[in-house]
């Protein structure tokens, strides 16, 4: 079993749909962080949680920290959404600094 | 907000060659720098990290030998991969923190082909 699951592994939708995408992970946590994966490859950084909720945008990422459970919300897609989106968590019991990256879901938004 | 850059964004050499990636955080001190490489349609994977002025930490099944790191300052840490294969071919990814903070920042990467 992966340290960190998510799911789905792909995910198509049309322009406008409230997007879930979820993560879970089997290691004890300080922070998950959830990033964005351009086709370029470029990556960057929505969010970084460690309890609760936060919003950015259109954007909104949840934890729970007891079911180690993490989702990543996107409402009123669009298009330019399109990636891969990735949760990347760095675990407790080792080096801090060393994060373990989930497979990814590759998000497709249709017009 | 912290920026990365990564040079080149996009570099092909032939077989045996070394080829030199650096990354530079553009705004603030990087205290730990880490590399990593992903393949087409894998996560990425942890190759090393770098700490400013110390040898850097390679993962297992890394060979240092051929992936070698400097982090000479605060703000700059370059990944060499020596005597290029094609199997060197990938999408290598840097990103920086700072001590004590949690977040990571990570640059736009380096596609790598080697033919």
């Known amino acids: 079993k992966n340290e960190v699951e998510q799911s789905p592994q792909n995910l198509t939708a049309q322009e406008g749909e409230f997007i879930t995408i979820n993560c879970s992970y089997s290691?004890?946590?300080?922070?998950l962080h959830w990033l964005q994966q351009h086709p370029g490859g470029g990556i960057v950084s929505l969010f970084m949680l460690s309890s609760g909720k936060k919003k950015h945008g259109r954007l909104i990422a949840t934890i729970n920290i007891q079911e180690k459970h993490s989702s990543l919300h996107i409402t009123a897609s669009h298009p330019r959404d399109s990636a891969v989106y990735i949760c990347?968590?760095?675990?407790?019991?080792?080096?801090?600094?060393?994060?373990?990256f989930g497979p990814g879901t590759s998000l497709s938004v249709i017009p | 907000g912290a920026v990365v850059s990564q040079h080149p964004s996009w570099v092909i050499c032939k077989s045996g060659t070394s080829v030199k990636i650096e990354c530079r955080s553009l705004?603030?001190?990087?205290?730990?720098m880490f590399w990593y490489r992903q393949f087409p349609k894998q996560s990425l994977m942890l190759m090393a990290t770098?700490?400013?002025?110390?040898?850097?930490?390679?993962e297992q099944g890394v060979e240092k030998d051929k992936f070698l790191i400097n982090h000479a300052s605060l703000t700059l840490s370059t990944l060499t991969v020596t005597s290029a294969h094609p199997e060197d071919s990938s999408f290598y990814i840097c990103s920086a923190k700072v001590a004590g903070k949690e977040t990571q920042y990570f640059g736009p990467g380096t596609r790598l082909l080697v033919l």
């Open positions: 770098s700490n400013e002025g110390s040898k850097a930490t390679y």
């Open positions: 290691v004890g946590i300080s922070a």
């Open positions: 705004d603030f001190q990087a205290t730990t």
């Open positions: 990347a968590v760095p675990p407790m019991k080792t080096s801090y600094d060393k994060v373990i």
